[in-house]
């Protein structure tokens, strides 16, 4: 049951990241690295449909909730409609911490919805549900 880290035939957990800001995009691609994710970043919604149609290996999508074009909540109820990626985890990230949009995500499926700003303790609590 030992596992190696790091050696070819470890499997690395891969982290779709989805954020209009660059600056959240690169803390919340900084924290997922830091605990041994491969990290993909996107700016919106439409980005990460489009990768995820191109790479099927993703392992987790962790979205921000508010961004233009698609909204994080938008992109959770595609991916949980979709036979092929309905399986991958969604966690949502937002800044405002109100109830009734974190129920409704909670609701259509999404793993975990997390406030901003993201700290090392919400990550090491996503990593032991990927494990």
């Avoid at 030992?2 to 900084?30: F, N, T």
């Avoid at 962790?62 to 109820?77: A, R, S, V």
Wanted: aromatic share 4%.
């Amino acid at each position: 049951m030992a596992s190696s880290r790091g050696g070819d035939g470890e499997r690395q957990i891969h982290v779709l990241a989805v954020d209009d800001s660059s600056v959240d995009r690169a803390m919340i691609a900084k924290l997922l690295r830091s605990s041994k994710y491969k990290v993909t970043a996107v700016d919106s919604g439409k980005k990460a449909l489009e990768l995820l149609g191109l790479e099927p290996n993703v392992n987790m999508i962790i979205t921000d909730y508010w961004m233009p074009e698609m909204t994080g909540f938008e992109l959770l109820k595609i991916v949980k409609e979709s036979s092929e990626l309905r399986q991958i985890p969604v966690v949502i990230m937002s800044s405002e911490n109100v109830p009734s949009r974190i129920n409704r995500c909670l609701e259509e499926g999404a793993e975990d919805f997390l406030l901003k700003p993201v700290r090392p303790s919400d990550v090491s609590r996503l990593c032991s549900r990927m494990r």
